[in-house]
């Protein structure tokens, strides 16, 4: 799917957007009919109700859609995007709607048109919006785009989606914008990159690592995604229940690649490197035992004390390599660990960063791309939890607590770059919600555009 704006000369229909607060007095200003019919239809213009308007012949003249309360709207972004499974198909246009919300309102109404439809196609024409007065339509579009491809790549299963077609989807991407590309396999990945083989290596399905470049001129960003395509958990087999969301695994990997997407396609004056390490985590003869000490392309050795613990030993390879060249700024993606969820549920996007300033220009992009993040620290105090004694590094501590904020160590120790930013995002609506059909979603890819300015001075 290709998210678009409806033709801004089409003819279309009114929308008004109408708060819960104010609709006495829209309502004693607007026309008697409508007042009537509004009243008579008991609309109480909560966020995201829908009253259709009748016309002449039969033919909806428009609809009134609620813009509820201000506390409603604090605990639901998108609310008005609920219109678009409501609406019949055809061309419309928001009257009313305060400008200080129309972009959010203007990209929800894109996300909400979302299908995934791979397996069970559909036929339905959804209504489409023509993009509101003042809003940067090619920031709302490219970030459509992006959240799209994020969600399609999460979305496909296991069967569909392992390391070889996620390498096709990196390389389709790089295609598009003609980004170069570099791909590291067999003997060379055992050789350069022994964590990623390590992980990779039980299964049928060969390990790899990719990476993009784009961009000539500018400073320098890195975006590195956790890419393991599906989960069983190795040796330290996961339980039934456990791997029935593990196609999402790869959800870091899709969501920097739906950064990049949104960040070539607004042709943005950075240089852009995205790297990927796509593996299985599967269980053979050949797979990672509990106990087996791993060496590093860092030169650091690990210590597995648990193979369900693999997304941080690929990262770790990968973040080293991207760390050699030195980018301006260096952030790593990953569905890393279940503390995280636990921490702040599904809906937040926890992120770690010793930069006081990056964190400020992140939390002002979230607001601005109604992508929420939460900042959570990295604690020194942790730091010898990560280390068994036996090796330099334990892949899974048995501390008990703080398992992201551990995880999130294990990293930096293999990033050590002053500007670096690691997200544990969970890349999984769990139900339907406003713009977010239970599936795929991108977490942090829309805060992270948004502050791209203030982080690398554009």
């Known amino acids: ?68 309360t201000a506390k409603t709207r604090a605990r639901s972004r998108f609310g008005l995007s609920r219109a678009v499974t409501t609406l019949p198909a055809g061309d419309w246009h928001f009257e009313g709607l305060p400008p200080d919300h129309a972009a959010e309102a203007a990209l929800g109404w894109l996300l909400a048109q979302y299908r995934f439809n791979r397996y069970k196609p559909s036929t339905r024409i959804l209504p489409g919006l023509k993009c509101p007065a003042g809003v940067d339509e090619a920031q709302i579009l490219a970030m459509a785009a992006g959240e799209y491809l994020t969600r399609d790549l999460i979305n496909t299963p296991a069967q569909d989606m392992g390391p070889a077609e996620l390498e096709a989807a990196f390389l389709a991407l790089a295609g598009r914008f003609g980004a170069a590309t570099q791909i590291v396999a067999g003997d060379a990945l055992e050789r350069d990159f022994p964590m990623v083989h390590a992980v990779g290596k039980g299964s049928d399905r060969a390990p790899r690592l990719m990476s993009l470049r784009w961009g000539q001129t500018g400073p320098s960003l890195t975006l590195v995604g956790k890419g393991v395509c599906f989960d069983t958990g190795g040796l330290n087999l996961k339980p039934s229940s456990g791997m029935q969301l593990m196609k999402k695994d790869m959800g870091g990997a899709a969501t920097v690649m739906g950064l990049a997407l949104m960040i070539m396609q607004l042709d943005l004056p950075i240089r852009l490197r995205v790297i990927v390490p796509a593996v299985e985590n599967s269980v053979s003869g050949r797979s990672m035992r509990p106990k087996d000490i791993l060496r590093s392309r860092k030169g650091l050795t690990v210590e597995v004390n648990d193979t369900d613990a693999e997304g941080r030993l690929v990262l770790g390879d990968a973040l080293t390599w991207a760390a050699e060249e030195n980018p301006e700024l260096l952030v790593s993606m990953a569905t890393l660990t279940g503390a995280a969820r636990v921490a702040v549920g599904p809906d937040l996007a926890p992120y770690y960063t010793d930069d006081a300033r990056l964190a400020a220009a992140l939390e002002a992009g979230a607001a601005t791309g109604a992508d929420p993040v939460w900042r959570l620290p990295f604690h020194d105090a942790y730091e010898s939890v990560i280390e068994p004694g036996i090796a330099d590094l334990d892949n899974a501590p048995g501390f008990g607590f703080a398992g992201s904020i551990t995880a999130a160590l294990f990293l930096r120790r293999f990033a050590d770059h002053p500007r670096y930013m690691h997200f544990d995002i969970y890349g999984h609506t769990p139900s339907d919600a406003p713009a977010r059909p239970k599936g795929g979603v991108g977490q942090g890819a829309r805060a992270l555009l948004c502050a791209l300015p203030d982080m690398l001075g554009l």
Do not use: K
Not at 51 to 62: S, T
């Open 1 to 68: 799917m290709t998210p678009a704006f409806a033709d801004p000369q089409s003819l279309s229909r009114p929308l008004h957007v109408v708060a819960a607060d104010d609709l006495e007095r829209w309502l004693e200003a607007a026309p008697p009919g409508l007042a009537v019919w509004a009243r008579d239809n008991a609309f109480r213009a909560g966020l995201g109700d829908v009253l259709p308007l009748p016309g002449e012949g039969g033919v909806m003249a428009g609809a009134l859609i609620g813009f509820g």
